[in-house]
Nanobody, 123 residues
Framework: EVQLVESGGGLVQAGGSLRLSCNTSGFTFDAIGWFRQAPGKEREGVSC????????YYADSVRGRFTISRDNDKKQVYLQMDKLKPEDTAVYYCAAENVAVPGRLCAYGMDYWGKGTLVTVSS
């Protein structure tokens, strides 16, 4: 069974940085990414990365500020978040997709989810 465990959330001031990590039980899926859900809002996709090539996806709201990466040896995925804004405040979830559609990473439903880590950005 695939297990995903997030870490790295916390409280940071606007303009600051945080790095989220997702520990996995192994890259047995096509793609893995980060989603977030702010209070009172729907969950949204933030970023996604293929486990076999360099393909990535970023939501418009984070492109240029967030960077997703992975370490196949450590079986970990990271989300480097820079220039954080109060509107980035949310619970961030790591999620994995068994079969990814080329060019549409993490777009058609994820198969595994972590429990989330809270990111709070103060103004």
């Amino acid at each position: 069974e695939v297990q995903l465990v997030e870490s790295g959330g916390g409280l940071v001031q606007a303009g600051g940085s945080l790095r989220l990590s997702c520990n996995t039980s192994g890259f047995t899926f096509d793609a893995i990414g980060w989603f977030r859900q702010a209070p009172g809002k729907e969950r949204e996709g933030v970023s996604c990365i293929s486990t076999s090539d360099t393909s990535t996806y970023y939501a418009d709201s984070v492109r240029g500020r967030f960077t997703i990466s992975r370490d196949n040896d450590k079986k970990q995925v990271y989300l480097q978040m820079d220039k954080l804004k109060p509107e980035d405040t949310a619970v961030y979830y790591c999620a994995a997709e068994n079969v990814a559609v080329p060019g549409r990473l993490c777009a058609y439903g994820m198969d595994y989810w972590g429990k989330g880590t809270l990111v709070t950005v103060s103004s």
